[in-house]
């Protein structure tokens, strides 16, 4: 199944790996690697994460508090958000 990507994901990605290259540069690596690793599982079974909103799905990383919210079709999962956990709820939510 293709995997697209909203135009502010790659922003939301860029600032979560520089900060954690603030912190110590593995971690960034530790990050995307957890971070590819999860995106192939929605790509292999989408529905295998719970509903948030209307159509939107929501997968947790396990190492990281950061989630994954993407939408799927039959054609298509298009990752929309990555975002901290504990950020306001409808960060994000809005993009389409």
């Excluded at 909203?6 to 922003?11: E, F, I, N, T």
């Excluded at 990050?31 to 529905?47: M, S, T």
């Excluded at 994954?68 to 504990?86: A, C, L």
């Amino acid at each position: 199944m293709r995997v697209t990507y909203h135009p502010l994901v790659r922003r939301d990605v860029l600032e979560i790996t520089k900060y954690y290259r603030n912190i110590a540069p593995h971690l960034a690596e530790e990050f995307r690697v957890e971070l590819k690793a999860r995106i192939a599982q929605i790509g292999a079974n989408p529905g295998r994460f719970g509903f948030i909103a209307s159509g939107l799905r929501r997968s947790s990383l396990d190492r990281f508090p950061y989630q994954i919210v993407y939408e799927h079709s039959e054609e298509e999962i298009r990752i929309m958000v990555v975002r901290h956990h504990r950020r306001r709820p409808t960060f994000g939510m809005r993009r389409r």
